[in-house]
């Protein structure tokens, strides 16, 4: 058997965030953005007044969907 067959995989350390600044590919950040950006328009097309559920549930939905579209936007630029 070779060496590298009988070696245990090596772990990858863990990412410091307050030390330095971890900056993903763009293609990540891309699928990311447009992920989150896509449940947040979701979420707020299901707040509309047409859809069936309560006000207080479409009110949170709206909520949430304004989130997920700050959070895409973050993503993005960060």
């Known amino acids: 058997m070779s060496a590298q067959a009988t070696e245990a995989p090596q772990k990858q350390a863990p990412l410091k ?29 299901q707040s509309r007044a047409h859809q069936p559920g309560s006000i207080v549930g479409k009110r949170i939905l709206a909520g949430l969907g304004v989130c997920f579209l ?9």
Do not use: F, H, M
């Open 70 to 78: 700050v959070a895409s936007a973050l993503r993005w630029t960060k």
């Open 17 to 45: 965030v307050g030390a330095q600044a971890v900056e993903d590919c763009l293609p990540c950040r891309i699928v990311g953005s447009a992920a989150l950006g896509g449940v947040g328009i979701y979420a707020l097309n």
